[in-house]
């Protein structure tokens, strides 16, 4: 649970945070229920989806199955590759959907340790409409994501660095 950073919020989890609150249980979902919701048209405005640690592309993390890759990488794109079309062709996506895909961390070590973060951000909506790529010179970070987020969903205030105004969002990424 530690890259589901909803069951920490005393809103949602209770306070102390109870992962068995009734109010985190009609929250926080499994993940194989989002097909029945996506087909049903029944899934809520904002969802945060984290791979399990077997396909989260974390190194040194064996496979949950003796019939996967031993390499993370792999794993984690065969995931992508699996659960990406379950959302991008869904008639919620279509209608008004964003897929943002951001990784937590850069390589652990070597050339990348520090970054770039890969980022992907996919919609109807988006620069290039999915059917061409855009990219821009913008420096963004974790906290652009948040800021984004949260002027969607008109949370306020803005949280941590995102309340900071050198704290670019991502609106240049939407038509």
């Not at 979902?29 to 809520?44: M, V």
């Not at 984290?50 to 995931?79: F, K, V």
């Not at 991008?88 to 520090?114: M, R």
């Amino acid at each position: 649970m530690e890259h589901v950073p909803f069951v920490y919020f005393s809103d949602v989890a209770g306070n102390p945070p109870h992962l068995n609150s009734a109010e985190c249980i009609s929250h926080v979902r499994p993940y194989y229920r989002l097909a029945t919701d996506l087909a049903d048209q029944t899934s809520a405005r904002f969802n945060f989806i984290t791979p399990n640690r077997c396909h989260d592309g974390h190194e040194h993390i064996s496979p949950c199955d003796t019939t996967e890759p031993a390499n993370n990488t792999l794993r984690g794109d065969t995931w992508l590759k699996q659960n990406v079309p379950l959302i991008t062709q869904s008639q919620e996506y279509k209608a008004g959907g964003a897929l943002i895909i951001v990784w937590d961390e850069a390589e652990d070590s070597g050339q990348f340790s520090d970054g770039p973060i890969p980022f992907l951000l996919l919609s109807p909506f988006a620069e290039g409409s999915g059917r061409a790529g855009y990219s821009n010179s913008i420096h963004y970070d974790h906290s652009s994501t948040l800021k984004t987020l949260e002027e969607i969903f008109h949370v306020s205030p803005l949280l941590g660095a995102a309340a900071d105004p050198q704290t670019n969002d991502l609106s240049d990424f939407f038509k």
